[in-house]
């Protein structure tokens, strides 16, 4: 009966240790389950990460190229606006200044006016200046001057 027992205890120790396996390898099937679905899990949040990328990576050239729209719309509206700024303000720069701009020409005008009186006047009188200036150089009138001593 020993034998018997033996043998019992083999076979309840044999099947014990196969249930023991068994479970195991379900346990480690669990594990890989688990494993497999987590790697599946990380993959979707991988691909996930790259169509976000991609998604910010349109926003930003959108972005950018509404940017490079408004600058050259706005470019073309200063063009636009700058030269009627410009007659604005020399408009309101004449009529501010009124004839201070013209200061200097009518002082340039009312010089060449003066100067060219004096060459008539000039021309008039050179003949008569230079009779008296002549008569006044050849009327010799001898006299004695009055500082000067006769002998005594």
């Known amino acids: ?16 240790r196969a ?18 679905s987590q790697l599946q899990g990380i993959q979707q949040l991988l691909q996930a990460e790259k169509q976000v990328a991609e998604k910010v990576s349109e926003v930003h050239k959108q972005k950018n190229q509404r940017l ?3 600058k050259a719309a ?9 030269p009627q700024r ?3 303000f020399e408009a309101k720069e004449a009529a501010a200044l ?18 060219t009186i004096l060459q008539i006047y000039f021309r008039q ?17 001898r006299e004695i001057h009055e500082n000067h001593r006769i002998n005594g």
């Open 19 to 36: 249930s023991q396996l068994i479970e195991a390898a379900l346990w480690h099937l669990e594990v890989a389950a688990t494993v497999a």
């Open 98 to 115: 009124g004839s201070h701009g013209n200061c200097s020409t009518e002082v340039e005008k009312d010089t060449q006016d003066k100067v």
């Open 74 to 82: 706005a470019q073309a509206q200063t063009e636009q606006y700058h």
């Open 68 to 70: 490079k729209q408004a």
């Open 125 to 141: 009188n050179t003949y008569e200046v230079l009779d008296n200036v002549l008569a006044f150089i050849c009327d010799i009138q």
């Open 1 to 16: 009966m020993a034998v018997a027992k033996k043998n019992h205890f083999i076979k309840k120790t044999g099947v014990e």
């Open 86 to 88: 410009e007659k604005d």
